[in-house]
Nanobody
Framework: VQLVESGGGLVQPGGSLRLSCAASGFNLDSYSVGWYRQAPGKEREGVSCVSSRDGATYYADSVKGRFTISRDGNMVHLQMNSLKPEETAVYYC????????????WGQGTLVTVSS
């Protein structure tokens, strides 16, 4: 059972990235999936999540209108637009049951750096 994030990298302010979370060993469709981030010296914060039941979504106020979470088979993507330097962080995906979900599985994270 494993979650693996990909898609991180260096992007200029105002740019876009698409993160992906891939599951192996279990069916991600059966789980609610969330994205979290942790910036240097800061606590981890929730960014977005999507329900397994009805596709309901949640976005932190700071990313509403700029980030979009979506499912694609056994993967979940996070499209991030208009990125800001303060959004530089390690981004993690997590999978769990219920809504709001209780996360059972976490990925290792992917680094997003927003800088000119």
């Amino acid at each position: 059972v494993q979650l693996v994030e990909s898609g991180g990298g260096l992007v200029q302010p105002g740019g876009s990235l698409r993160l992906s979370c891939a599951a192996s060993g279990f069916n991600l469709d059966s789980y609610s999936v969330g994205w979290y981030r942790q910036a240097p010296g800061k606590e981890r914060e929730g960014v977005s999540c999507v329900s397994s039941r009805d596709g309901a979504t949640y976005y932190a106020d700071s990313v509403k209108g700029r980030f979009t979470i979506s499912r694609d088979g056994n993967m979940v993507h996070l499209q991030m637009n208009s990125l800001k330097p303060e959004e530089t962080a390690v981004y993690y995906c997590a999978a769990g049951l219920g809504w709001p979900p209780r996360y059972d599985y976490w990925g290792q994270g992917t680094l997003v750096t927003v800088s000119s």
